[in-house]
């Protein structure tokens, strides 16, 4: 198993561009989120998915879209970069939260380092 | 709301010397609280949860639903303790998320 692969490691992106940070897991789990790292703010919640076609809104999601058509993949956009918006980004997967499933650990990316500038 | 709270940034201490690393949290139902690790260089990991009652690499943590804390403490410190440590806490519902504290870096001298 690769794990969960995030793509790419690292981006440059000038202000009002767009992109896609691609993550992708083959662990078969249900669950997703993205993270994003900032020094002295942790790790901030951004979206989440519970399961295919199931998204909902983290900490702070303005200025990021998501969607989950696959178990596998979970991809988040930034429509409009802004310079606020640069950071360390992490994608984590599990194979559910929930009492049924005990938690099981939260499985993270490499991550990937954005600037915009 | 689901908040959790970890009052340190930092935490330096010597080799051999206990550790102590806070975390409060605030959940209106019954939380699910892990600690996780990032080492130099290394993807975060689960360092341990509080439904295993484990102690791992030395470290265990208590869940105190009274003073809703979940500190991880260490009786000796080693120096490849030095890493960043979230606390990060669930609730038990299947639609749930995972929150993460601020982070406390604990650096370990020789």
């Known amino acids: 198993n690769a794990g969960v692969t995030q793509t790419p490691k690292f981006q440059v992106l000038k202000t009002g561009q767009s992109m896609t940070l691609q993550c992708a897991q083959d662990m078969n789990h249900e669950y997703m989120s993205w993270y994003r790292q900032d020094p002295g703010m942790g790790l901030r919640l951004i979206h989440y998915s519970v399961g295919a076609g199931i998204t909902d809104q983290g900490e702070v999601p303005n200025g990021y879209n998501v969607s989950r058509s696959t178990t596998e993949d979970f991809p988040l956009r930034l429509l409009s970069a802004a310079p606020s918006q640069t950071s360390v980004y992490f994608c984590?997967?599990?194979?559910?939260?929930?009492?049924?499933?005990?938690?099981?650990?939260?499985?993270f990316g490499n991550g990937t380092r954005l600037t915009v500038t | 709301a689901q908040r959790v709270t970890q009052p340190e940034k930092l935490l330096s201490v010597f080799k051999g010397a206990p550790v102590e690393l806070k975390c409060n949290y605030s959940y209106s139902g019954s939380p699910e609280l892990f600690w996780y690790v990032q080492y130099s260089r290394q993807r975060l990991q689960l360092l341990l949860r509080h439904i295993s009652r484990e102690s791992i690499k030395g470290f265990t943590a208590d869940l105190n639903k009274g003073e809703t804390s979940f500190h991880l403490k260490k009786p000796f410190a080693q120096e490849e303790d030095s890493a960043m440590y979230y606390c990060a806490l669930s609730g038990l519902d299947n639609t749930d998320k995972l929150i993460f504290g601020t982070g406390t870096r604990l650096q370990v001298f020789p």
């Open positions: 984590a997967s599990s194979y559910s939260l929930g009492r049924d499933r005990a938690n099981s650990p939260l499985h």
